[in-house]
Structure formats: structure tokens, C-alpha cells
């Protein structure tokens, strides 16, 4: 089979679950849509939830990921805590602060004793800026993993030579790491922007009403699918208008950050200890005590023995059915996201690559569509076998996550290495094997992980489609809150957070691991030559 | 190890998990919105009682029953589940009214009050929640109680109310119900004074429930259940029956809510199903309910054993608020739209 024909198959392979699991389903649901006019208030409190969720991420996240880069290795559990709420739903932290900030608690008392203020801390929270505080939370891990990313790529002499030639410690770092910071930055406050636009939960618990909240008012109300699917189309092109406007500042280096922070075959900078800084430990102790503790601790203030007994016997099964399904969907997406990006190939804009442009688009626009919209589709779709519609849906919802890692590292592949091995007379598949695939190993480990945070946190398409007997420990937690005692919930909640991080951690260890000794494994490689 | 070595490894793991499940009985799938800290341990007995394999898909506040009734309406040409058990009979007319349900009529079924069944038996109430006011007297203060429904837009008294949002559950009905006894004009106008004089619009009853318990309002309009599950949580609250008694000024009396059984058309296990239903109407699901969530059974003959004191049963005395449902679930279709105006209105007016 010769490399266009293939790229012909990567790509027609990678539009295809895209059009069945995205296209058709929103499709399907829009023909009996009752397209009424955009209520653009609403649209515009949802752009500004957007935008102040993302700018919230940014302010946490660049911080803590220059604290990131300076901290010693003791630090490791602070970042392991702030990097947590990546692998909870984001109305699990909401519901975690409402209890934080509840009138009879510690913080709504200092609040009062303090004076002067015109609202209680609860209801701050129930507003725009409240849910952005949220979601901003949720977010930081994402923008944290980036600046560290690009601060770690620096060389450290890049400083010294900055700070040799008189110049001060801002301006230092802004000539040196200026240009890499303004990328994951803006590569961050995209993601982040997208995925609060897109959400559901933390807006309708919070009484925030944007176009995720209207979205679930329309289904549970009516229930209008229609209706709901039309509400829902702002939110795709948000996310489409989002992505390009941020690929236009981020000088078409889209991700490349993200699959760094995560790749074990990227570059790093050996002088790194030699920037480390006494204060970075204390940022990061700092934001952990403030932003991610206090909801667990206040799980598990609540918590006695028999909650902890009820909890485990309830987590059991909904723990192997969140690994079965997470891992198959990120394992899948990663597929998909390999078979995208070969597709676009290097040639240019010939119709392979044009095909998988579209593909990308796609991909893009559905990961700002609620994923319970596609769930809902799928489930109109009576001809869509009923054991494939949960992989699928979150498949084609998070595979954007998935391209936006490997895209960067296979652009950066030397094109000399594959145009030699084709005119060699290497098959499509040889040349896959022996100079793709290892070459983006790593990024597909990166983006397996990534894919699997965010489908094991997702709660709408996971509470329409889960088999029987089959629910996540989200959809579980969600559902055993409304009257369980509160001990039950608290515990279930510590519970489900303490089985997910140990498998990101897990992932996460080996990924440092690989990159030591791949490492170590080039510049063996390097003597041997010589 | 090498990157063959990796994947050979987390293909394993993802085989061992996946193959770890056996299924081994006759498996029945109940849909149940009723809240899954009660609805589940009624199923694991029914699994235990009849020897089958008893699932139940539950409901989540947050999805606000899209996961539920959504998922019904969604797969209703090629359904996964066999029974539907719902906390209200609105959400059981909905998914009639989807085509979802098919008529079915146990033989116990001729002995529930005809008011609490659907008239073609796509439905069947058999037990019984009351909808009540939470009360917190600190809260209150020197401001006297309601007893009356319509009292509660009093403008001295609604700054100090809590409902849920009448879009969603049991508060929906609720107005259905208002809109059928009085009409639909009169309904919406007294939720208008409510919203206009101050009272707070919650995300859910539960919402309603915790706002009570906290002191941030003083009456909350809400289900026994939650009230019941506040005071076994030791809350300083208390519970009324609006509308109780009769009299000369507008009454309507307590609202009653069935939970109602609805068999899901084309189901995978239809004897399964029946034999579940039979198990649901009986006695011992009777006593657990009432224990659990102070319901009260609507099956003549069955003792709701251990109601709470607070909860009185349907043959206490009170007056029950006359109510069609199949006629509320309805009126419900037409009223939503009306709804969803007053709340986008309500939420522009708070801008």
C-alpha cells in the first residue's frame, strides 16, 4: 500500500467515529429541533464564565508551575495535590466548597467577624465569579503541567547570560522564558476556556445560568432534545472560535507544551537544580492548603467508620467499571488521535490532509459540545450497538485532548528520516512501526493519561449510557448524594479520589521513570556511535 | 521494560478488569428515581427474595433526571430496562407520553384507589410520600408559621421561603397540581409574589432541605423524605402539613405523591419484571419504606409500619389534596413552557 493510499485510510478512519459518534448523533437530534432565537445574555455569561475560569487557571496555574520548576523533590506530594482535581468532576469540587463555605462553618464565621462585606462566602460562590473560582481550580493542573513544561525547556544559561549582561531578574526572565510561557499560557487558558463553556454541573448546582444550565434545563424540564441540541450549538462554535483565535497567538504551536510536560522523549534541562528557589516549596504548600485541601478535609471531618465500610462496599464495582471504560476510551483516543495526525502527514493541503484538517475541527467543536448531547444522540441512533455508544461518545469528546499532544511531536519528526525510509522501499507499516510509533510513544502514553482523567470524571454521557450495573464511581457518588447520610457521601468522595490519584500517580511515575532511563538511553546510544 | 512489554502489560490489565465480571442469574434493570439511598436497599432485598439478579440505574440531582427519564425516552425503541420506579407520577406520565411504557395491571393493582393510578395502568402508584414545610423556628423568629399553601406568598413570610425551582421533580407537579385545582393564571401570579416578595428558587428539594437546616431560610416547601432525613440527622427543624384542614378559606389540602411502578415496553425480562412488581406492592416493601423515608403505603390492607410521628398516614385524618394525576402530568406538558418564561424572567429581573 503505498503513503498516500494509507494517509487516505488514516484519515477516512479517523472521520469516521467522528461522524458517527458526533455528527450523526447531533444531526439526528437536531431534525426535531425548535430553533428558537439565541438568547445572547445567556451567551454572554457564558463567554465570560469562560473567560474568567480561564484567566482564574492562568493566575493559579502560572505560579504554581514556575513553583513547579523551582521546588525540591520533597515537594512532589504538594504538586501530586494540586495536580488532583484533574481527576475529579468539576461538581464534585463545587459540591466540596459549598460545604467549605456553608454559613455554620469556620470560613463564613472569620468572614463575618471580618466586617464590611455585603454577601456571605456561600453566596459568592452561587455567581458568575464563584463558578469561575471552580472551574478555575479544576483547570490550574492543565496550565500548571504547561508553564512547567515550557520553563523546564529553557536552558539555564540562557539566565545566565541574561543576568551576566547586567540585565535585572524580571527582564531576565522575561527575554528568556517570555515567549515559551506566552504559549502554554495561552494553550492553557484555550483548554480551560473550552471546557468551562461546555460545562454543566458546577452552573446548574450553583445557579449560574449559562448555556451548560439551559442545556440541562431543556432535557430534565421538557425533556426537549431538540431544543437542547440547538442551545448546545454556541457552545461548539465557541470552542471552534476559541481554538482558532488561540492558534493565531500561539504561533501555530499549538500543544506542543502539553505533550512536553508529559513526554518522557521530550527535552528537559539537566541545570534545573541549580534554579531551584526557596520559595517555590511554600507556593505550592501554600495553594494546596487553600485551593484543593479544604474540601477533602472537610470529607473527612465527616467520616466514621461504618461510612467508611458502607463506601468501600459500594466502590468496588463502579472502581473496575471507571478503569474499564477510562482506559479503553483513552487507549482508543489515543488510536485515533495517532491515525489523525498521520493522515495530516507533511505533504501539505492535498485531500488526505485537507480531510483530516476537517477531522480536527471536529474533534475540536465536540470537545465543547456537552458530551451528554452526543450521549443523547447515540441513544436516538437505535442503530448503534448499545455496548459501543459509551466508548464511542467519549471517544470522539475527548480525542481533541489526545491530537492536541501527538500533533506537535510528529511535526517535530525529521521529515528526512521518514522520506528516506519510504524511498528505501519501507511499507506504510514498517515505517509506522519502526519510526513513528517509537518516536511517539511517549506522547501516546501522555495523552492515554490525559484521556483518562477526563473520561473517568465525565458525568453526562457516563449517566446516560452506562450499561446496567456498569456506573462510574462519578455517577455513583452523584447518586447516592441526595439524602445518604452524610458521612456516606463524604467518604465515598475521599474514596473516589484517593483510587483515581494513585492510578494518575502511577502513570505519572512511570512516565519520569521512562524518561530517566530514555535518557540515559541516548546518551549511551551516543558513545556507542562514537 | 520495552514499549512491547508496556502494552502486553496494559492490555492485561485492561482484560483482567473487563473479564472480572460474571453474571451468572435472570437479570431484572429497574430504572428508579426515587433517591438511591432508599430505592437501593429494597432492590438488593428483591434480588435476595426472588432469587434474581435485581440492578437499579439511579438518578443524579445534577443531571436533574436527564440520566433517568431522558435515557427512558432516548433508548425506548431498543430499551435495557425492564421497570421504571418513580418518586412522582409526572416523570412516570412523561415517559407514557414518550411511548416509552406499556400498559401492564398486577392483581393487586385493582385494590389502589383509582386517583393514584394511570386510567390506561401505563402506571400504578404504591406508596406515598406527603409534600410538607421544614420549619426552622430560629430561623423564623417572631414570624408566625403558614399554614395555608397560598400564605406562603405573604409578603411578611416569602422573603423567609425556599422551594425548589417548579421546572424540575416534585415541585413541577406540585404547580400542576395548583394549576389544575385553581387554574392556571391564578398558579403562576402566586408564584410571581413569591419570587417579586423575596422567596429563594433552590436547585432541588435537597437544596431546599439544606437551606432550611442551615438557618439561611426559615420554611422550606419540600418532600418527607428529605424532612424525614433531615431530622434523623438530628437537624433543629420541624415539619407541618400545609392545608391540612378544611375550611371556608381556599383550600386544597396536602399534597400527596406516589411513588409509581411503570413497565418499560419491550423489555429484556417482561416475567422477571412481574415478578419484581409483585415483590415492590407487597408488605415487606411497605414496612421498608416507611422505616426509611416515611412513606405511606397506598395499598389498602398494608401496614406502613414505623412512620415517623411527624408523618402522619393517609388515614390519620388530613385532608389529601384531590389531584388527578394523569390530568397533572398533562397539564404539565403545557404549563413548562409558561414555567420556563417565569424563570427566565425571575433571572433577569435579579440582574
Given amino acids: ?530 | 521494560m520495552s514499549r512491547i512489554g508496556w502494552l502486553v502489560v496494559l492490555c492485561c490489565g485492561l482484560a483482567l478488569v473487563t473479564c472480572s465480571r460474571e453474571a451468572t442469574k435472570p437479570r431484572v434493570v429497574v430504572y428508579s428515581s426515587v433517591d438511591r439511598v432508599f430505592a437501593e436497599p429494597v432492590l438488593r432485598r428483591a434480588s435476595e427474595a426472588l432469587g434474581l439478579d435485581v440492578i437499579g440505574v439511579y438518578d443524579t440531582e445534577e443531571a436533574k433526571g436527564t440520566g433517568l427519564v431522558a435515557r427512558m425516552i432516548a433508548k425506548k425503541d431498543a430499551p435495557d430496562g425492564d421497570l421504571f420506579w418513580s418518586g412522582d407520577p409526572a416523570r412516570a406520565e412523561q415517559v407514557k407520553l414518550a411511548g416509552a411504557t406499556t400498559p401492564f395491571r398486577p392483581e393487586i393493582a385493582s385494590r389502589v384507589p383509582a386517583q393514584f393510578c394511570d386510567p390506561d395502568f401505563h402506571w400504578i402508584g404504591f406508596s406515598a410520600r406527603l409534600r410538607v414545610l421544614l420549619v426552622n423556628d430560629a430561623a423564623a423568629g417572631s414570624t408566625p408559621a403558614p399554614t395555608r399553601l397560598l400564605e406562603l406568598s405573604d409578603p411578611a413570610i416569602a422573603p423567609k421561603v425556599a422551594l425548589a425551582s417548579p421546572l424540575f421533580g416534585t415541585t413541577s407537579y406540585h404547580v400542576a397540581a395548583l394549576a389544575e385545582a385553581m387554574g392556571e393564571e391564578p398558579a403562576l401570579s402566586w408564584l410571581k409574589d413569591l419570587s417579586d416578595r423575596g422567596a429563594r428558587f433552590a436547585a432541588s428539594n435537597g437544596e431546599v432541605k439544606r437551606l432550611v437546616v442551615e438557618g439561611r431560610v426559615a420554611f422550606g416547601l419540600t418532600d418527607s423524605d428529605d424532612a424525614a432525613e433531615a431530622l434523623a440527622a438530628g437537624a433543629k427543624v420541624r415539619v407541618m402539613l400545609l392545608d391540612a384542614i378544611e375550611s371556608d378559606t381556599p383550600a386544597f389540602g396536602t399534597l400527596v405523591l406516589p411513588n409509581t411502578l411503570s413497565q418499560l415496553a419491550g423489555g429484556p425480562n417482561p416475567t422477571g419484571a412481574a415478578a419484581v412488581v409483585d415483590f415492590l406492592l407487597g408488605q415487606e416493601v411497605a414496612t421498608m419504606l416507611a422505616a426509611s423515608c416515611a412513606q405511606t403505603s397506598l395499598v389498602p390492607g398494608l401496614e406502613s409500619l414505623g412512620v415517623s410521628a411527624h408523618f402522619p398516614g393517609l388515614e390519620s385524618g388530613f385532608t389529601p389534596m384531590r389531584v388527578d394525576a394523569a390530568a397533572c402530568g398533562a397539564r404539565l406538558e403545557s404549563l413548562l413552557p409558561r414555567l420556563r418564561e417565569f424563570m427566565d424572567t425571575r433571572a433577569s429581573a435579579k440582574r
Fill in chain 1, 1 to 530: 500500500m503505498s503513503f498516500t493510499r494509507t494517509r487516505w485510510v488514516g484519515a477516512l478512519a479517523a472521520l469516521l467515529p467522528l461522524l458517527i459518534f458526533g455528527v450523526w448523533p447531533l444531526v439526528e437530534l437536531a431534525r426535531e429541533a425548535s430553533f428558537e432565537t439565541l438568547d445572547f445574555a445567556r451567551l454572554s455569561r457564558t463567554v465570560k464564565l469562560g473567560a474568567l475560569s480561564a484567566i482564574g487557571a492562568v493566575l493559579l496555574g502560572g505560579p504554581l508551575g514556575w513553583a513547579a520548576t523551582h521546588s525540591r523533590r520533597g515537594a512532589t506530594v504538594w504538586k501530586l495535590l494540586l495536580l488532583s482535581p484533574l481527576l475529579l468532576p468539576p461538581v464534585l469540587v463545587a459540591q466540596g466548597w459549598t460545604v467549605v463555605l456553608r454559613p455554620e462553618g469556620a470560613v463564613a464565621t472569620a468572614w463575618a467577624a471580618l466586617g464590611g462585606f455585603t454577601s456571605t462566602p456561600i453566596e459568592a460562590l452561587e455567581s458568575i465569579p464563584g463558578a469561575a473560582f471552580v472551574l478555575a481550580i479544576c483547570g490550574a493542573p492543565i496550565v500548571l503541567l504547561l508553564v512547567q513544561s515550557a520553563l523546564e525547556k529553557v536552558p539555564a544559561t540562557c539566565f545566565d547570560a541574561a543576568a551576566s549582561l547586567g540585565a535585572s531578574r524580571l527582564r531576565t526572565f522575561q527575554v528568556a522564558a517570555g515567549a515559551a510561557l506566552r504559549r502554554a499560557m495561552i494553550s492553557g487558558a484555550t483548554i480551560v476556556f473550552i471546557l468551562a463553556c461546555g460545562e454543566c454541573g458546577v452552573p446548574t448546582l450553583l445557579e449560574v445560568d449559562v448555556l451548560g444550565f439551559d442545556v440541562l434545563v431543556r432535557l430534565a424540564a421538557f425533556p426537549d432534545f431538540g431544543a437542547a441540541t440547538a442551545a448546545a450549538w454556541p457552545l461548539a462554535a465557541l470552542g471552534a472560535c476559541a481554538y482558532a483565535l488561540s492558534r493565531r497567538f500561539a504561533d501555530g504551536e499549538h500543544g506542543r507544551d502539553v505533550i512536553d510536560s508529559t513526554d518522557p522523549d521530550a527535552p528537559s534541562d539537566s541545570n534545573a537544580a541549580r534554579r531551584r528557589h526557596r520559595l517555590a516549596p511554600i507556593v505550592l504548600a501554600g495553594a494546596a492548603s487553600i485551593f484543593v485541601l479544604p474540601p477533602y478535609l472537610t470529607w473527612a471531618a465527616a467520616i466514621d467508620a461504618p461510612s467508611l465500610h458502607t463506601a468501600f462496599e459500594l466502590a468496588f464495582r463502579p472502581f473496575l467499571a471507571t478503569l474499564r471504560s477510562a482506559g479503553l476510551v483513552a487507549a482508543a483516543c489515543s488510536i485515533v488521535a495517532l491515525l489523525l495526525v498521520f493522515s495530516g502527514g507533511r505533504a501539505g493541503l492535498d485531500l488526505p490532509a485537507r480531510i483530516g484538517g476537517l477531522a480536527v475541527w471536529l474533534a475540536i467543536a465536540l470537545l465543547a459540545t456537552p458530551s451528554v448531547l452526543l450521549g443523547l444522540g447515540v441513544s436516538a441512533s437505535s442503530w448503534i450497538p448499545g455496548a459501543l455508544a459509551l466508548p464511542g461518545v467519549l471517544v470522539v469528546h475527548h480525542v481533541a485532548i489526545a491530537w492536541l499532544v501527538l500533533a506537535p511531536r510528529l511535526r517535530a519528526l525529521p521529515r528526512d528520516g521518514l522520506d528516506s525510509a519510504s524511498g528505501l522501499g519501507a511499507t506504510p507499516f514498517a515505517v509506522m512501526r519502526r519510526v513513528v510509533f517509537p518516536a511517539l510513544s511517549g506522547a501516546m502514553f501522555a495523552a492515554f493519561l490525559l484521556v483518562f482523567a477526563f473520561s473517568a470524571q465525565d458525568l453526562g454521557a457516563t449517566a446516560l449510557l452506562h450499561a446496567p450495573g456498569e456506573e462510574t464511581l462519578v455517577v455513583a457518588l452523584l447518586s447516592l448524594e441526595a439524602n445518604s447520610p452524610r458521612g456516606v457521601v463524604a467518604a465515598y468522595a475521599l474514596l473516589s479520589t484517593l483510587v483515581l490519584v494513585p492510578v494518575g500517580v502511577a502513570g505519572w511515575l512511570a512516565l519520569v521513570a521512562k524518561k530517566k532511563t530514555g535518557a540515559r538511553g541516548v546518551r549511551a546510544g551516543k558513545i556507542e556511535v562514537r
